[in-house]
């Protein structure tokens, strides 16, 4: 009712491709039309090993990581809005971990998992807990410096880590006596590790601490003034972001057998912001849509050669001028 007792009136609806989207989000926020989609999505990527090629496996492969990280960075920008520039530097700590474990003590695989998670948070509250008190640009270029310090120590600390030419002799991991050593193994882990990130990721945006995380990114002094405690609720989303970073790295460096500095560069974690920005911040769905598109559309304009990265800016451009909030965005009440 509105102040002088009268109805207020709906709001119209919007007509055209606005409206289209509308009745979309509207389906989509129907219990039982999304079971039914995503049981769709299931069946389909369940069944998938068994029409395809080695080749399409490993492209999925790599799009369920992506998945993993670009969630993992949406908890850190998407939830919490802090921009970070060196995510990869998470991603390799899972990895080095997980593969020193592995390769130089001999450690099983699954038993490497938990310290590889936790060395990533000690790092992430390490290197959060002084520099989250920036904002904006400055916290962007200071994750960025520890981004390059993470792959710098990689580089230079030969002994543990291989140096340039990297950590080679990774085991790989076995499950109940078999080893998984074929593409389609790797290929169904990556599946349930996007799984659970999925499930993660849903119960923190839903809980007390992921609406923290969101009225901090809305006005971070109306969250202080109402008795939130902003630099302990950033420093959280830092390091669940950088465990989820950490996951993914465990098991790139189990697929890969190998890994090196130059696989975690400042280009990897561009990648990932650019996956993120382009599904849309702060959305689950757009976060699985922005990977997707970061690693198939290279692969599927092969033919065009070079220029397919050239067409890609240029799409890129274009959505950041029509459609900056990405494709799957969040809704803002």
Known sequence: ??????AMAPLPRRTGFAGFEDRIFELMDQRGYRY??????????????????????????????????????????????LLDLGYAAFFAIGAYTSGVLTS????????????ALALAGAVGVMIGAPTLRLRSDYLAIVTLGAGEIIRILARNLKSITGGPS?????????FFGLELNQISHYYYIFLVMVILALVVSYRLEHSRL????????????????????????KLSA????????????????????????DS?????????????????????AGMVVGALVMVLFPEVFRTIGPLRMLVFGIILILMMVFRPQGIWPERRH
């Not at 130089?104 to 310290?115: E, H, K, R, S, T």
Request: net charge positive; glycine share 12%; with cysteine.
């Open 210 to 233: 992921g609406r923290a995380w969101k009225y901090v990114r809305d006005d971070e002094d109306v969250a202080e003034a109402m008795g939130i405690p902003k630099s302990l609720i």
């Open 238 to 261: 830092y390091t669940m972001g950088a465990m989820f970073a950490g996951l993914g790295g465990c098991f790139f460096a189990a697929k890969m057998t190998a890994i090196s500095p």
């Open 1 to 6: 009712m509105a102040g002088n007792g009268t």
């Open 166 to 174: 990297g950590l080679i002799g990774i085991k790989r991991p076995a």
């Open 36 to 81: 039914a989609v995503l049981g769709v999505l299931l069946a389909a990527v369940l069944a998938l090993p068994r029409f395809s090629s080695n080749y399409v496996l490993e492209i999925f492969t790599n799009s369920f990581l992506y998945v993993v990280l670009c969630l993992g960075l949406n908890i850190v920008a998407g939830y919490a809005g």
């Open 264 to 284: 975690f560069t400042f280009l990897q974690s561009l990648m990932i912001v650019v996956a993120m920005v382009l599904g849309g911040m702060g959305k689950i």
């Open 104 to 115: 130089q003590f001999g450690w099983n695989f699954w038993l490497a998992i938990p310290p």
